[in-house]
């Protein structure tokens, strides 16, 4: 019985003390990659969303599939009024 109690302290020892440790880590991964600079824009749900187009003609011909918009309209009010509405 007392090795049973033993080994069940040394296994809930090492829980607590790498399972903070894994979360730290994990944490300081998730803040070093929002540093970095990429070309998508992050929704308010936490879920990147691809770069706006540059112009209409990349909405055209379901280019605003690749963009993240509903539809091609969506994409073409985006560019021309600067504000993105996905």
Do not use: H, Y
């Not at 033993?6 to 979360?23: E, G, S, Y």
């Not at 730290?24 to 706006?52: E, H, I, L």
């Amino acid at each position: 019985m007392k090795q049973v109690q033993r080994v069940l302290t040394i296994a809930l020892a090492a829980i607590f003390v790498v399972v903070p440790a894994v979360m730290a880590q994990t944490s300081t991964d998730t803040k070093a990659s929002t540093d970095v600079k990429s070309d998508t824009k992050t929704s308010v749900s936490g879920q990147a969303s691809p770069a706006a187009p540059a112009n209409r003609d990349e909405c055209k011909d379901d280019g605003w599939k690749k963009f993240g918009f509903k539809n091609q309209g969506q994409c073409v009010r985006a560019v021309s009024s600067g504000k993105d509405r996905r």
